[in-house]
């Protein structure tokens, strides 16, 4: 994606959000765990539902457990192996794109900024690095942070150079009011918000509208290929232990259309035989961990792991997010 684009969209999410003033005001959850000084306690434990399960119920915002020298970068080329942490062209590196000086995130985790110096978001202090855990996915590309990048077959990668090395990723998605893949929604600048029921999450994304449905009513993942593929697919959660697993099959894949089956915003594809098995953690009241398995043998030679973190959003509410399918923006400002 050309740094026009980037800065064009930017630009235009800043444009359509409302002031402060005319969104919901702060309100004061009483359930939330303070500190003596009424701040938020978000090392406290995390909440839980009448029946003893983590209640996940809550405003998140993508944060970061990145080891020093490794950000939310924008990735390289399709097949290019990923640079060692902390090397010059490494993802969130002094001097690589995406890195600033000292090697922190440079993308609206701790700096709150996008491409083109314009703030996204509030900024959102990192957690910890956890050397145990899988790799970190990448807002821009998925595998950013994977030794030797995705594991593509031929297929995948001739889909993924056309999107990012011919077209400049004009066609993710997000730039088109489309809905958009797992990896891109969880880690959007725009805040998303849980609601969990005994036998439903729904999620809404800020970004694009996005809304999912997880069931958690016993009923059984749908046979792949039997249902009409849906854009979020179809989803069932189980427990283990503290651990929510959640399965997801029968998605549109990129076969679909140019606008399909996108893991994120370079154009990593899945195809429609593609299954998402996330594996949802909330260790501390304010921090959430998102550990997702792509399993997508058309697509991948392999199933490959990331984690996505988040933190809680105390006391603030998702804003109205409207994009239509049909918009003319990119147009209107000569991108197209």
Same mark, same amino acid.
Request: charged share 20%; glycine share 12%.
């Given at each position: 994606?050309?740094? +026009?684009?980037?800065?064009?969209?930017?630009?235009?999410?800043?444009?359509?959000?409302?002031?402060?003033?005319? @969104?919901?005001?702060?309100?004061?959850?009483?359930?939330?765990?303070?500190?003596? @000084?009424?701040?938020?306690?978000?090392?406290?434990?995390?909440? &839980?539902?009448? *029946?003893?399960?983590? *209640?996940?119920?809550?405003?998140?915002?993508?944060?970061? /457990?990145?080891?020093?020298?490794?950000?939310?970068?924008?990735?390289?080329?399709?097949?290019?192996?990923?640079?060692?942490?902390?090397?010059?062209?490494?993802?969130?590196?002094?001097?690589?794109?995406?890195?600033?000086?000292?090697? =922190?995130?440079?993308?609206?985790?701790?700096?709150?900024?996008?491409?083109?110096?314009?703030? %996204?978001?509030?900024?959102?202090? /990192?957690?910890?690095? *956890?050397?145990?855990?899988?790799?970190?996915?990448?807002?821009?590309?998925?595998?950013?942070? !994977?030794?030797?990048?995705?594991?593509?077959?031929?297929?995948?990668?001739?889909?993924?150079? @056309?999107?990012?090395?011919?077209?400049?990723?004009?066609?993710?998605?997000?730039?088109?009011?489309?809905?958009?893949?797992?990896?891109?929604?969880?880690?959007?600048?725009?805040?998303?918000?849980?609601? @969990?029921?005994?036998?439903?999450?729904?999620? #809404?994304?800020?970004?694009?509208?996005? %809304?999912?449905?997880?069931?958690? *009513?016993?009923? $059984? +993942?749908?046979?792949?290929?039997?249902?009409?593929?849906?854009?979020?697919?179809?989803?069932?959660?189980?427990?283990?232990?503290?651990? %929510?697993?959640?399965?997801?099959?029968?998605?549109?894949?990129?076969?679909?259309? $140019?606008?399909?089956?996108?893991?994120?915003?370079?154009?990593?594809?899945? /195809?429609? =035989?593609?299954?998402?098995? #996330?594996?949802?953690?909330?260790?501390?009241?304010?921090?959430? !961990?998102?550990?997702?398995?792509?399993?997508?043998?058309?697509?991948?030679?392999?199933?490959?792991?990331?984690?996505?973190?988040?933190?809680?959003?105390?006391? #603030?509410?998702?804003?109205?997010?409207?994009?239509? #399918?049909?918009?003319?923006? &990119?147009?209107?400002?000569?991108?197209?």
């Amino acid at each position: 994606m050309n740094r +026009l684009t980037s800065l064009a969209v930017a630009l235009a999410v800043v444009a359509g959000s409302v002031s402060l003033a005319a @969104q919901w005001p702060k309100f004061r959850d009483p359930s939330i765990p303070r500190t003596a @000084q009424g701040g938020v306690n978000y090392d406290a434990p995390p909440p &839980r539902t009448t *029946d003893g399960k983590i *209640d996940f119920t809550g405003v998140w915002m993508r944060a970061s /457990s990145a080891p020093p020298g490794r950000g939310r970068g924008r990735g390289a080329a399709a097949g290019a192996p990923a640079a060692p942490a902390g090397a010059a062209g490494a993802a969130g590196a002094p001097g690589a794109p995406g890195g600033i000086a000292g090697g =922190q995130p440079a993308e609206g985790v701790g700096a709150g900024r996008g491409r083109g110096n314009v703030s %996204l978001e509030p900024g959102t202090a /990192s957690f910890p690095f *956890d050397p145990t855990g899988p790799p970190l996915a990448t807002f821009f590309e998925a595998g950013g942070n !994977i030794e030797g990048g995705l594991p593509y077959t031929p297929w995948a990668l001739a889909i993924r150079k @056309q999107r990012f090395d011919v077209d400049k990723a004009k066609d993710n998605p997000d730039a088109m009011c489309f809905p958009m893949g797992f990896l891109q929604f969880h880690q959007q600048p725009q805040p998303r918000k849980m609601v @969990q029921t005994k036998q439903l999450i729904i999620i #809404e994304y800020e970004a694009n509208y996005g %809304l999912r449905h997880i069931y958690l *009513d016993g009923r $059984p +993942l749908p046979k792949q290929g039997d249902p009409q593929p849906w854009w979020y697919g179809y989803s069932v959660g189980r427990w283990e232990g503290d651990t %929510l697993v959640v399965e997801t099959n029968n998605l549109r894949g990129a076969e679909d259309s $140019p606008y399909d089956g996108w893991l994120d915003v370079n154009g990593s594809p899945y /195809s429609q =035989q593609a299954t998402f098995t #996330e594996r949802y953690r909330r260790p501390t009241f304010g921090h959430l !961990i998102i550990d997702t398995t792509v399993n997508d043998p058309k697509a991948y030679t392999r199933p490959w792991t990331v984690r996505v973190d988040q933190r809680v959003m105390a006391d #603030e509410e998702p804003i109205e997010f409207i994009c239509n #399918e049909n918009q003319q923006f &990119r147009k209107r400002i000569k991108i197209d």
